[in-house]
């Protein structure tokens, strides 16, 4: 079955950085599109970045102002999102996903708290 387990979040002060990973298993890992989402208290859950399977060609969400980056490791069925320049803002859950044909699959989540 299709699983998505990601990890690196935590508490990171203002200006900050940490690198998510999300593993993945139960597909064909290199010929599908990966994203990052996050949600936070109260918000509806958004499209963060995503990363395309043939060409690699990337996407991000236009308010990040060039401050996340995106990644993948086909050899190890592992996506990445590198975040730099942390603000409070950023503060929220952050979900894998991938979509396979009809169906969408999200990880479990990992935390990120950004403290002013």
């Known amino acids: 079955q299709v699983q998505l387990v990601e990890s690196g979040g935590g508490l990171v002060q203002v200006g900050g950085s940490l690198r998510l990973s999300c593993a993945a298993s139960g597909f064909t890992f290199s010929s599908y599109a990966m994203s990052w989402y996050r949600q936070a208290p109260g918000n509806e859950r958004e499209l963060v970045a995503r990363?395309?399977?043939?060409?690699?060609?990337?996407y991000y969400l236009h308010s990040l102002e060039g401050r996340f980056t995106i990644s993948r490791d086909n050899r190890k069925n592992t996506v990445y999102l590198q975040m730099n320049s942390l603000k409070p803002g950023d503060t929220a859950v952050y979900y894998c996903n991938v979509v396979l044909g009809r169906d969408a699959y999200w990880g479990q989540g990992t935390q990120v708290t950004v403290s002013s």
């Open positions: 990363i395309y399977a043939a060409e690699g060609s990337v």
